[in-house]
């Protein structure tokens, strides 16, 4: 079979064994994460980036050049970022008197016209009702996260995240009792295994183990007792490979500002469903 057909566009030019959508700002070419050298917009291959330097004056100060250079690397930066800010909430959640948990978890309630605060379903995310809760989210997130940043790029994942965990609430706010009170990254992270489980499927990967993962993670959110909000499970992974579905289909360069069309499109469905209590008042 020849390795000349168009697939082979969404290969690394440099390793032609890696798979990526990220492509080099100034010669256009396939880069992946290792080849990934961070530019002021977007990142640029080895060639480019050393015609850069030969031609820049050599003033810029040596720590900020290996900064930039760690980070286009192909760094999980924003893993490593998210990860960072759902610890440090949970060392504030665990401060007593301070009320962090109270004041950022989320219910249904608090989209009524008359308890009104939206955030929660955002703030919600970066909370977790213990550390065992956090510890198992935030593996699930690292190794999740490693894969679908290099692959989607930094961007483009982060929006996944964010949109799966809002998911995870609106799912929340129509099947959870309004009372009922929710944290957690669950959400945003069954939006992850729901992308990448059709980003593998859709490119011809083995994906039979993410199955029996995703159908573990599912079954044990309806079991009794287990206190787990399967209705921001459901929501996030709903959410997750609806957009996984959007980032595969449109990866060609020329299909960019559709997919950031579609992508708006996804978050603006998921704020009209936030107005659940606006659209159908309840008495």
């Known amino acids: 079979?020849?390795?000349?057909?168009?697939?082979?566009?969404?290969?690394?030019?440099?390793?032609?064994?890696?798979?990526?959508?990220?492509?080099?700002?100034?010669?256009?070419?396939?880069?992946?994460?290792?080849?990934q050298t961070q530019a002021p917009v977007g990142v640029i291959c080895p060639e480019c980036?050393?015609?850069?330097?030969?031609?820049?004056p050599r003033t810029k100060p040596a720590v900020l050049t290996r900064m930039r250079s760690a980070a286009g690397r192909g760094a999980p930066v924003v893993t490593y970022t998210l990860i960072g800010?759902?610890?440090?909430?949970?060392?504030?959640?665990?401060?007593?008197?301070?009320?962090?948990?109270?004041?950022i978890r989320y219910a249904g309630l608090y989209s009524h016209p008359g308890y009104l605060e939206p955030w929660r379903m955002m703030t919600s995310v970066f909370a977790h009702g213990s550390i065992l809760h956090l510890l198992l989210n935030m593996y699930t997130l690292w190794i999740f996260g490693q894969l679908l940043?290099?692959?989607?790029?930094?961007?483009?994942?982060?929006a996944l995240y964010l949109l799966s965990g809002l998911a995870g609430s609106v799912g929340v706010l129509w099947l959870a009792p309004p009372n009922m009170p929710v944290v957690g990254a669950s959400g945003a992270i069954f939006g992850l295994m729901g992308a990448f489980l059709v980003i593998q499927r859709r490119l011809g990967?083995?994906?039979?183990?993410?199955?029996?993962l995703l159908g573990i993670n599912l079954v044990i959110g309806f079991i009794p007792g287990m206190n787990v909000a399967w209705q921001a499970h459901l929501g996030g992974l709903a959410?997750?490979?609806?957009?996984?579905?959007i980032l595969v289909e449109t990866r060609k360069r020329s299909q960019r500002r559709l997919q950031v069309w579609l992508l708006v499109a996804v978050g603006v469905v998921l704020l009209l469903l936030s107005l659940r209590y606006f659209l159908f008042p309840i008495a």
């Open 1 to 35: 079979m020849s390795d000349s057909g168009p697939d082979r566009a969404n290969f690394c030019y440099r390793h032609p064994d890696r798979q990526s959508y990220i492509l080099c700002q100034r010669c256009g070419r396939t880069i992946c994460p290792e080849c």
């Open 49 to 56: 980036m050393r015609e850069q330097r030969a031609s820049a």
């Open 85 to 103: 800010i759902s610890v440090s909430v949970y060392l504030l959640q665990m401060i007593p008197g301070l009320g962090v948990t109270g004041a």
């Open 149 to 158: 940043e290099g692959l989607l790029g930094r961007w483009r994942y982060l």
């Open 205 to 212: 990967g083995q994906a039979t183990q993410l199955f029996v």
């Open 239 to 245: 959410a997750g490979a609806l957009i996984g579905f």
